[in-house]
């Protein structure tokens, strides 16, 4: 997950008293934490985030892939080209 927000914020946990993490120059904090991600949603939802995890959407049927060799050959399964 892919946060955005302020740049060099901190992220404070106001329960625990402690800086959870903090924002690069460009305003933006990369992670793959479960449990951080959890926490986020629950206690930081204001943060813009997005999945990091960039996906390819078949145009075609709309299937979606999280890689392109995937997608080619849904593709090439799916929809072949006529000869
Ligand atoms: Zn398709």
Redesign the pocket.
Known sequence: MKYIYKPNAYIIDYEKGKKVFQFDKNGEYVTKDEKLIKWMKKNKNFIKCENNVATIK?K??G?EFTNKGDFLV??RE??PKRK
């Open positions: 078949c075609k049927c299937a849904h593709c799916k929809h």
